[in-house]
């Protein structure tokens, strides 16, 4: 498995975990409820054997092995929507990008269409932050808002035109 740059230090193994899931609510929500959590978990779509959400964390799950497929393509590690990752629960209210980068696994702040944010940009979380991996580097998107702000362009409900890709 290619490990994630940004949590490399993470001492529990990596498993790619596939239970059916049909969205990512509902992959982020049986995540959220373990306990204890583990220290890095992130979503997948996959297509096989149909179209799901699979997951990949630390610590050890069984799959159905009709799903194995799935939670292996989950644990290529290349790619990856981070729902639990190292500072996560540090990530409320408004921050600097600077500050977000600093107490969290984030490698790197964007803003769609732009670029990189700049570190004194103000960050909105919205106690909402779901960054995503590319190539190894944990990358959080976000969005001009009202104010001067940036928020992270995914959100907790989104409205249903962008939801049902």
Same mark, same amino acid.
């Given at each position: 498995?290619?490990?994630?740059?940004?949590?490399?230090?993470?001492?529990?193994?990596?498993?790619?975990?596939? #239970?059916?899931? *049909?969205? %990512?609510?509902?992959?982020?929500?049986? /995540?959220?409820?373990? +306990?204890?959590?583990?220290? &890095?978990?992130?979503?997948?779509?996959?297509?096989?054997?149909?179209?799901?959400?699979?997951?990949?964390?630390?610590?050890?799950?069984?799959?159905?092995?009709?799903?194995?497929?799935?939670?292996?393509?989950?644990?290529?590690?290349?790619?990856?929507?981070?729902?639990?990752?190292?500072?996560?629960?540090? #990530?409320?209210? *408004?921050? %600097?990008?600077?500050?977000?980068?600093? /107490?969290?696994?984030? +490698?790197?702040?964007?803003? &769609?269409?732009?670029?990189?944010?700049?570190?004194?940009?103000?960050?909105?979380?919205?106690?909402?932050?779901?960054?995503?991996?590319?190539?190894?580097?944990?990358?959080?998107?976000?969005?001009?808002?009202?104010?001067?702000?940036?928020?992270?362009?995914?959100?907790?409900?989104?409205?249903?035109?962008?939801?049902?890709?």
């Amino acid at each position: 498995m290619t490990l994630y740059r940004s949590v490399a230090s993470t001492p529990s193994p990596v498993t790619g975990v596939s #239970l059916g899931h *049909r969205t %990512t609510a509902e992959a982020d929500h049986w /995540i959220l409820s373990l +306990d204890p959590a583990p220290a &890095l978990a992130c979503t997948h779509l996959v297509q096989s054997p149909f179209p799901h959400v699979a997951i990949s964390m630390t610590g050890v799950f069984d799959t159905p092995a009709e799903l194995q497929t799935a939670a292996d393509d989950a644990l290529s590690g290349k790619f990856g929507r981070a729902v639990i990752f190292p500072g996560v629960d540090q #990530l409320v209210g *408004r921050l %600097t990008v600077g500050e977000v980068m600093k /107490i969290s696994a984030i +490698d790197r702040v964007e803003v &769609l269409g732009s670029g990189l944010a700049d570190d004194a940009d103000i960050l909105d979380t919205r106690d909402f932050v779901r960054p995503q991996y590319r190539n190894g580097d944990l990358v959080l998107t976000t969005t001009p808002a009202a104010g001067g702000v940036l928020v992270p362009f995914e959100t907790r409900d989104p409205t249903p035109c962008c939801a049902d890709h």
